[in-house]
């Protein structure tokens, strides 16, 4: 997110198919890979600079310390730490874009809506 007149704006929309291995992944481990494949990608962008990254999982504040019982994780926390990255916590039910990108939207619901077909005129 990048902030213009006080409004916070997407800057990429990011996507990725999880391969075979990966589909099998824990939670926190989706995520983490989530996480890598994007800073991958988008390091050129900010180099050195300070990057927030705002998530609903709060699991990955702590990546560092999860290394330790986990090699995976290890791997991609030693990776990660190249960059100056600063992980935040956003609640679920706070993070509306997480929700608008991940979840199918809502079907809407006309039930409650009385309208009387116009009358065809010939």
């Known amino acids: 997110m990048q902030e213009y007149n006080d409004i916070l704006h997407p800057v990429l929309y990011f996507s990725k198919v999880f391969d075979k291995h990966q589909v099998s992944y824990s939670t926190v481990e989706k995520e983490c890979v989530a996480l890598l494949h994007l800073v991958r ?7 050195s600079e300070k990057v927030v990254v705002l998530t609903d999982h709060s699991p990955l504040q702590f ?3 999860m290394g330790k019982h ?3 994780l290890l791997r991609w926390s030693l990776e990660l730490q190249d960059f100056n990255l600063e992980v935040q916590h956003i609640p679920g039910k706070l993070n509306i874009l997480a929700d608008f990108l991940s979840r199918p939207p809502p079907k809407p619901n006309f039930e409650h809506v009385n309208v009387e077909p116009d009358p065809v005129v010939c």
């Open 41 to 47: 990608m988008c390091s050129v962008y900010f180099g």
């Open 63 to 65: 990546l560092k310390s």
């Open 70 to 72: 986990n090699n995976k």
